[in-house]
């Protein structure tokens, strides 16, 4: 590979360790991509961006007075490509989740660092191609910084398709359908949408207090649900009068979560 068809990429980090690490396994595991520079702080890194031409972030969350947040809100965030890193911090890491972007989790590990590498790579090829899919990029980084702030559940999602995301509002969503390792989205306006992820991620992502997982195939938006019937067994009927199952074994805490609900 020409050094000039390299992705250049800055490593944003408070740690120096944290850095020298990435650094070294980028160097010696990812052909194709070159850490042409380090920053220690958000203001540092937007010095850098000025005056090298970088085209990658790996951009740490956490760091003390600005965090990688505030750096991606403060730069013209549609001119790079991110790879965030983050420890187990449970809000950041759903909203990375929700958001469609790559990270990876500390300690990081060659395997998924390669993959995300092997994506940048992908997507500099896609973006340099279609001006759709960097302005769906931008959208995906908004919606991430948005989903952030959140302390219950995300309120959007970008869900990843063959040609970029489709960032959604969970208001839109009457209920997810599992279909084996994909996800069925059923919207308000009776579109669907399937995505490649397990039914489980977006469980994991979607305020409990408003969405209801009925059965192990089936999760509910309960504001869009209609009645609940006994007949012939437990059904959850939204507002399109699908008719939803609701497992013998969530039926109790099924009941408890709408009552809930209703009191809110």
Do not use: W
Not at 44 to 63: P, V
Not at 122 to 144: E, H, I, M, P
Not at 214 to 239: Q, T
């Amino acid at each position: 590979m020409k050094m000039t068809d390299m992705i250049n990429a800055l490593i944003v980090d408070d740690e120096q360790p944290a850095r020298d690490s990435l650094q070294y396994m980028i160097t010696n595991y990812c052909p194709g991509i070159r850490v042409a520079a380090q920053a220690k702080s958000a203001a540092e890194a937007r010095e850098i961006l000025k005056t090298t031409q970088i085209e990658a972030l790996f951009l740490d969350i956490s760091m003390p007075n600005e965090n990688g947040f505030a750096l991606l809100e403060s730069i013209d965030n549609s001119k790079y490509l991110f790879v965030f890193v983050t420890a187990h911090d449970q809000y950041v890491l759903r909203a990375l989740r929700a958001s469609a972007v790559d990270y990876l989790q500390k300690p990081i590990d060659v395997v998924e660092l390669q993959n995300a590498v092997e994506k940048l790579i992908q997507f500099k090829q896609y973006k340099s191609a279609s001006g759709v899919v960097s302005d769906n990029y931008r959208q995906t980084l908004d919606s991430l910084v948005s989903n952030a702030h959140e302390k219950k559940g995300v309120h959007r999602l970008c869900l990843p398709g063959m040609q970029g995301f489709t960032i959604l509002d969970v208001e839109d969503i009457l209920y997810l359908d599992a279909d084996s390792n994909y996800t069925i989205f059923h919207l308000k306006n009776l579109k669907k949408i399937v995505v490649s992820k397990s039914i489980k991620e977006y469980e994991d992502v979607l305020d409990p207090d408003t969405f209801f997982r009925v059965h192990k195939s089936s999760i509910i938006n309960l504001k869009y649900l209609k009645e609940f019937s006994k007949v012939d067994g437990y059904y959850a009927v939204m507002e399109d009068n699908s008719s939803i199952a609701v497992s013998r074994r969530r039926l109790p805490d099924f009941l408890k979560a709408l009552d809930e609900y209703n009191k809110k």
